[in-house]
């Protein structure tokens, strides 16, 4: 099956519905600073499985998906501080890093596809 838009790619779908959550979880928070960190992080996920799609190689669109997967470590780990700084509660967390990590178990899974197709 060949995908011919970035917006098809459920790795791609979910990171937008991650992006999303942490903004309506997170929105609120006075800590600008942490708030504008983790967003941008979050953001990155997706823009970065997207901007990928969209090089001229798969070999470049692996490599921004490993910038992809990066962002999401980053951003499990701000959740992780987020509970212990009490911005979320453990039942927010616990949600958010299972996203969080069904994100990255997909975007594993699609670069383990491309580079599979190039054998």
Known sequence: MT????????AWQKAQNLAVEIYKNLGNI?????KDQICRAVVSISNNIAEGFDRSSNA????FLYISLASCSEVKSMLYLSEKLNYTTNEQSKILLVQTSEVHKMTRGLIAYIKNQQK
Do not use: A, N
């Open 30 to 34: 006075k800590d600008y600073g942490f």
């Open 3 to 10: 995908i011919l838009k970035f917006e098809d790619i459920f």
């Open 60 to 63: 470049e669109f692996v490599r």
